[in-house]
């Protein structure tokens, strides 16, 4: 199964745009969004441009109000703080903030968790389970980043925005 994991957009539309087109270009089926989408607008547009499967955390500065998420029915709310969704026979922890990784890994025991709220891409192991950050995808401090990760093989690769052709 491919995923295309983002965090941290800030409303940047435009990044938000080219990486929705890089993942039907490369049939991505499940897009995990790991907090800081930031307005209703934007997580307006992940739902209505990403055809698959949405899997979201609520991240420190999203403004949108959580009853509005049940308004899309691909998105699978899982929250302020973190939750786990087993996908491909990998169990798959999202959260924000890197502080909470220690609880997801002791309450959920994931495969892998996705986090962000630091904008820097990170991939570290932490009490045997990789942790990895894609970094931000509305390029907030540091070049916009988003990750791709293939549950079939375990392949998981960085994308930097400005490399990919429009």
Known sequence: ????????????????????????????????CCGDVTNDETLEIIANDFTGKIYLVKGNIDFWDDKDVAAFEQINYLGRNSGAVKLDGKKIGLCHEPRLLDRLIEADKPDIIFFGHTHQPWEETQSGVRCVNPGTLGGVFQKATFAAYDTANDDLQLIILETLSD
């Not at 080219?18 to 490369?26: D, E, Q, S, T, Y």
């Open 1 to 32: 199964m491919k995923l295309a994991i983002i965090s941290d957009i800030h409303d940047n539309l435009v990044n938000l745009e080219k990486c929705l087109k890089w993942c039907g270009a490369n049939q991505v089926e499940t897009l995990l």
